[in-house]
């Protein structure tokens, strides 16, 4: 059969990205421009300012991604972008750079959703078995989702409030740390050698959603009320308290939905799915179920394009195509 070549595009968020995917399972180009920088001093993304750097970045990345692929457009099969959800003015970017390339040389266009995204991410170097558990979880999102076969996704959960790195990031800031903070806190928390003990939100039994804000906010009024008596934090302690409560949670209702689902396999994928703390935990518990688990390599679990040609490829196999009317879908449902 012949190779299936895929270019992927996303803007949704704070990384411009371009790559080229073979068959949907192996990277031949992954072309990612971050933003971190520039975000920084505002301690998270400020939309507005994404908007100009996509719109800087965009042409060159994708350039630069058929380059290393050493490809021209002709040998691709589609273009796949994503669609939503995400900053709109994000979004739009993406969106009709994929539009044009598209059009300009006669390939049809894929409109993805950023979280079948992060999900397919975990075919590149690895594989799907379905039925699977997925668990995203990053600055945008923290959700459950059953997928019984490829293509198919049921919401099962998702956060009612923060999503669970915007409470790192959040958390982060208060004790001091630089954006973002996911990492600083993964890594203070395994230096610690003891814990602040946090509340944990389960909400009501059965449910497989979420809720941060409530821990954000004793961890908030726990810095606040020790530095109003003088007394000095313990940020490592902080972290690892804050790092435990998230973790405990997040394993237990992804276990409890991989076995009442009977799954042969639980996937973890978005920045927050690069937390040391929560591979381990998830792993082992996981392992003493024996139901496997794969998360993809750092690289891939943040935001990238690689994983929009990944699930692209999937769609297109499927038969799926957008046509040239499509626009960013800021709050697109999976
Ligand atoms: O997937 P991603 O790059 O962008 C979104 O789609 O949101 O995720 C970024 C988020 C940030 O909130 C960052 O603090 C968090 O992922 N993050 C982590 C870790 N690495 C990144 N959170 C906890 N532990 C980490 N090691
Ligand atoms: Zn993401």
């Known amino acids: 059969m012949k190779d299936l070549y895929i270019l992927g595009i996303e803007t949704s968020c704070d990384e411009t990205a371009a790559s080229v995917v073979k068959n949907g399972e192996e990277i ?5 421009a971050s933003q971190i920088e ?16 996509h719109v800087e970045q965009i042409t060159l990345v994708i350039e630069e991604a058929l380059k290393q692929a050493d490809l021209t457009p002709a040998e691709l099969a589609a273009v796949a ?23 300009a040389n006669g390939l049809p266009v894929i409109g993805v959703h950023h ?10 170097g690895g594989g799907l078995e379905f039925p699977l558990v997925a668990l995203i979880i990053s600055g945008g999102h923290t959700e459950l989702i059953f997928m019984e076969r ?4 049921e919401l099962i959960g998702e956060t009612r409030d923060d ?11 208060v004790i001091g740390l630089p954006y973002p903070g996911g990492p600083h806190i993964d890594r203070l928390a395994h230096e610690s050698d003891g814990a602040v003990e946090f509340p944990r939100a389960w909400l009501e039994e059965g449910s497989y959603d979420f809720s941060f804000s409530g821990l954000k906010s ?4 726990y810095v606040h009320n020790a530095e109003q008596k003088g007394q000095p934090v313990d940020k490592a302690k902080v972290a690892a ?11 237990a209702k992804t276990v409890r939905a991989a076995k009442e689902y009977g799954v042969r396999q639980v996937i973890a994928a978005g920045g927050v799915a690069a937390n040391r703390g929560l591979r381990d935990s998830l792993a082992a518990a996981l392992e003493e179920e024996g139901i496997r688990f794969h998360v993809p390599p750092l690289k891939l679990c943040t935001d990238n394009a690689a994983m929009i040609a990944a699930a692209g490829t999937s769609m297109y196999r499927a038969g799926v195509r957008s046509d040239l009317r499509m626009n960013g879908r800021p709050g697109m449902e999976l």
């Open 28 to 32: 031949v180009s992954n072309v990612v």
């Open 38 to 53: 520039s975000h920084k001093r505002f301690g998270g993304v400020v939309p507005e300012v994404a908007s100009r750097h």
């Open 81 to 103: 972008v994503t669609e939503g959800p995400g900053l709109v003015g994000a979004l739009l970017i993406g969106v009709n750079a994929a539009k044009a390339f598209a059009f």
């Open 115 to 124: 979280i079948a995204g992060h999900v397919y991410a975990n075919r590149l």
């Open 150 to 153: 490829d293509g198919s996704f």
């Open 163 to 173: 999503a669970a790195g915007e409470a790192y990031d959040k958390v982060a800031r």
């Open 218 to 221: 004793a961890v908030i009024n």
């Open 241 to 251: 308290g804050f790092q435990e409560s998230v973790v405990d949670v997040v394993t």
